[in-house]
């Protein structure tokens, strides 16, 4: 997913995800983060979520792999055709998303972090209280 993955880097390297929380994270599912709009303002995280970058939207870019354990899919509207800054990470196999969501990358290490991540409401995923957050996020090759 080139377009993907270029926009996620802009915005890595630009500094946009340090301080973003995980706004939605449900257990045995996956954890969402990447609005680099609303998801810094720790003093009100009741539109976190909601945001993208000022980037535009991206066309889908969907593949054939799964969604397994550690794999990072874009997050987007009800429109295939609207992915921008954030992201999420899976728990567990989630299949029912294959071919739905752009897959952008894999974690290759570090998984235990994001399994000790601050679990949300089931249904949901809203945290109750302080969500964990990116503190620095850099690009690497």
Do not use: C, W
Request: charged share 20%; net charge negative.
């Amino acid at each position: 997913a080139p377009l993907h993955v270029a926009q996620i880097t802009t915005l890595a390297a630009g500094g946009a995800y340090d301080g973003v929380v995980f706004h939605r994270v449900i257990p045995g599912f996956m954890a969402q983060t990447g609005d680099v709009r609303f998801g810094k303002d720790l003093d009100d995280m009741s539109r976190a979520g909601m945001g993208g970058s000022q980037l535009p939207n991206l066309d889908a870019e969907f593949s054939d792999v799964a969604y397994d354990r550690g794999v990072v899919g874009m997050a987007r509207s009800q429109s295939p055709n609207s992915a921008n800054s954030q992201f999420f990470i899976m728990f567990e196999p989630g299949y029912f998303l294959n071919g739905q969501y752009t897959v952008i990358g894999r974690v290759t290490e570090g998984m235990e972090l994001i399994d000790q991540l601050k679990l949300g409401d089931s249904s949901s995923g809203a945290i109750d209280g302080m969500p964990d957050r990116m503190v620095k996020v850099s690009v690497t090759e």
